[in-house]
């Protein structure tokens, strides 16, 4: 098993190391593992927000003559650095549930059938498609899949067998067990059989390769504030193919998707391009924060943050099987490094008030997601592997002594 000097050694030769030291890390002992939830600070950021905050008081509306297409500019940065698009395919406006509904709303007003989403999947794009369905009366198709391993490609073709499917929404990376989707083949089987997919990128955008374009995605949306570190409440990012943009037609006809904006007219007619998807004025000042930090993770390349994160997991795998599998846990992603993201979900029938206890009592900020699992993120660009060893000692320790059993079984609204 490897030691505290090993995960040291591992530091040492970690090529990524430097990164850590461009993030805020004012939290020492504490150790922050919650990065899946919301990404540190990066120092770059801080400096670019306050440049952009002195560029409104000086320059006031005119500066809207470049502002105004940051959303784009920026969609443009995550096209080339982060998700393997094109030019003009990606946008940065609104959050992932507002982009969601765009992409899903247009979608739904061309083709008929039901909308077909895993029942494990993420809440917002469950609801989403409920509301949906229920405005269309299309019918809500939940597709059953094993609850570490998420859906398959047979779950997925079984799902798709009947012919009657408008829609598949799934997730790269499943929220609550981190499981890792299989998208070049469930998207080239959806394809052959003639339904669209739209893949929640969420969990993986910055530290999984995604490559749209090479593997044929059609549509995506993703938020920035996980492993982007773009900051709590970063708008969100939405993809549309080229190929596919003249076909559809946003449900949200704001007055930035028009495509003769500033003559006011009547009436409403879809801009070209990627920009008819965009809605109301965008967060200029949020978009700083995105265009910078999507440059430090791009500077750094997500195949080799993909590398180290698949090394920090494989680290939890092994000393939650050494220290935490005989105090009753049990692992709730999957084994196959291949096979998951960038975070380690341990379960455990007392796992809110093991949560709240690292937190209050060992200085380990995880999270939890009902009913069982405590989730322990690890972005590569400033996790350390000591990090991984020093936090599940803590968890060790802490689970042996019973301390959690002092903590009160209440629960907040922010878990």
Same mark, same amino acid.
Not at 16 to 25: N, Q, S, T, Y
Not at 31 to 49: E, I, K, V
Not at 126 to 136: D, F, G, S, T
Not at 143 to 155: K, N, Q, R, S
């Given at each position: 098993?490897?030691?505290?000097?090993?995960?040291?050694?591992?530091?040492?030769?970690?090529?990524?190391?430097?990164?850590?030291?461009?993030?805020?890390?004012?939290?020492?002992?504490?150790?922050?593992?919650?990065?899946?939830?919301?990404?540190?600070?990066?120092?770059?950021?801080?400096?670019?927000?306050?440049?952009?905050?002195?560029?409104?008081?000086?320059?006031?509306?005119?500066?809207?003559? !470049?502002?105004?297409?940051?959303?784009?500019?920026?969609?443009?940065?995550?096209?080339?650095?982060?998700?393997?698009?094109?030019?003009?395919?990606?946008?940065?406006?609104?959050?992932?549930?507002? %982009?969601?509904?765009?992409?899903?709303? &247009?979608?739904?007003?061309?083709?008929?059938?039901?909308?077909?989403?895993?029942? %494990?999947?993420?809440?917002?794009?469950?609801?989403?498609?409920?509301? /949906?369905?229920?405005?269309?009366?299309?019918?809500?198709?939940?597709?059953? &899949?094993?609850?570490?391993?998420?859906?398959?490609?047979?779950?997925? !073709?079984?799902?798709?067998?009947?012919?009657?499917?408008?829609?598949?929404?799934?997730?790269?990376?499943?929220?609550?067990?981190?499981?890792?989707?299989?998208?070049?083949?469930?998207?080239?089987? &959806?394809?052959?059989?003639?339904?669209?997919?739209?893949?929640? /990128?969420?969990?993986?955008?910055?530290?999984?390769?995604?490559?749209?374009?090479?593997?044929?995605? !059609?549509?995506?949306?993703?938020?920035?504030?996980?492993?982007?570190?773009?900051?709590?409440?970063?708008?969100?990012?939405?993809?549309?193919?080229?190929?596919?943009?003249?076909?559809?037609?946003?449900?949200?006809?704001?007055?930035?998707?028009?495509?003769?904006?500033?003559?006011?007219?009547?009436?409403?007619?879809?801009?070209?391009?990627?920009?008819?998807?965009?809605?109301?004025?965008?967060?200029?000042?949020?978009?700083?924060?995105?265009?910078?930090?999507?440059?430090?993770?791009?500077?750094?390349?997500? !195949?080799?943050?993909?590398?180290?994160?698949?090394?920090?997991?494989?680290?939890?795998?092994?000393?939650?099987?050494?220290?935490?599998?005989?105090?009753?846990?049990?692992?709730?992603?999957?084994?196959?490094?291949?096979?998951?993201?960038?975070?380690?979900?341990?379960?455990?029938?007392?796992?809110?008030?093991?949560?709240?206890?690292?937190?209050?009592?060992?200085?380990?900020?995880?999270?939890?997601?009902?009913?069982?699992?405590?989730?322990?993120?690890?972005?590569?660009?400033?996790?350390?592997?000591?990090?991984?060893?020093?936090?599940?000692?803590?968890?060790?320790?802490?689970?042996? &002594?019973?301390?959690?059993?002092?903590?009160?079984?209440?629960?907040?609204?922010?878990?």
């Amino acid at each position: 098993m490897t030691g505290r000097a090993g995960a040291a050694a591992l530091d040492a030769a970690d090529p990524l190391a430097p990164f850590r030291e461009r993030f805020v890390l004012g939290d020492e002992p504490r150790l922050y593992l919650d990065g899946n939830s919301l990404g540190r600070l990066p120092l770059a950021t801080r400096a670019r927000l306050a440049a952009a905050v002195g560029e409104w008081g000086e320059r006031l509306v005119t500066g809207w003559h !470049e502002w105004i297409e940051l959303p784009r500019r920026v969609g443009d940065r995550l096209a080339r650095g982060v998700l393997g698009a094109g030019e003009g395919e990606v946008l940065v406006a609104d959050s992932t549930t507002v %982009d969601l509904y765009k992409l899903c709303g &247009a979608l739904v007003a061309m083709r008929d059938g039901a909308l077909l989403v895993p029942r %494990d999947e993420f809440p917002t794009d469950r609801y989403v498609l409920q509301a /949906l369905a229920e405005q269309h009366g299309r019918e809500l198709r939940l597709l059953d &899949a094993d609850p570490v391993d998420g859906p398959g490609v047979d779950d997925v !073709e079984a799902a798709l067998a009947g012919g009657d499917v408008a829609l598949l929404v799934l997730s790269h990376v499943n929220y609550r067990s981190g499981a890792l989707a299989d998208l070049p083949a469930i998207t080239a089987l &959806a394809r052959r059989r003639g339904v669209p997919v739209l893949w929640d /990128l969420c969990h993986s955008a910055g530290v999984v390769p995604v490559d749209l374009r090479a593997h044929g995605v !059609e549509l995506a949306v993703g938020c920035t504030y996980k492993y982007l570190n773009a900051g709590p409440g970063a708008p969100a990012f939405l993809y549309v193919a080229r190929e596919l943009q003249p076909r559809l037609r946003s449900p949200i006809a704001g007055w930035f998707a028009q495509r003769d904006q500033f003559a006011m007219g009547h009436p409403h007619v879809p801009a070209d391009g990627v920009d008819r998807f965009l809605a109301g004025t965008p967060p200029i000042l949020l978009l700083a924060a995105v265009d910078e930090s999507a440059a430090l993770v791009a500077e750094a390349g997500v !195949e080799a943050a993909r590398e180290k994160s698949i090394a920090l997991t494989e680290l939890v795998v092994e000393l939650h099987d050494a220290w935490l599998e005989p105090l009753g846990f049990t692992l709730g992603t999957p084994r196959d490094p291949a096979r998951r993201g960038s975070h380690v979900s341990l379960r455990h029938p007392d796992a809110w008030r093991i949560c709240r206890a690292l937190i209050e009592r060992a200085d380990v900020v995880p999270d939890f997601r009902a009913p069982d699992s405590i989730r322990l993120g690890v972005p590569p660009l400033y996790t350390r592997f000591v990090d991984v060893w020093d936090a599940l000692d803590r968890l060790r320790a802490l689970v042996s &002594a019973g301390e959690h059993e002092l903590v009160r079984r209440d629960s907040s609204r922010v878990t």
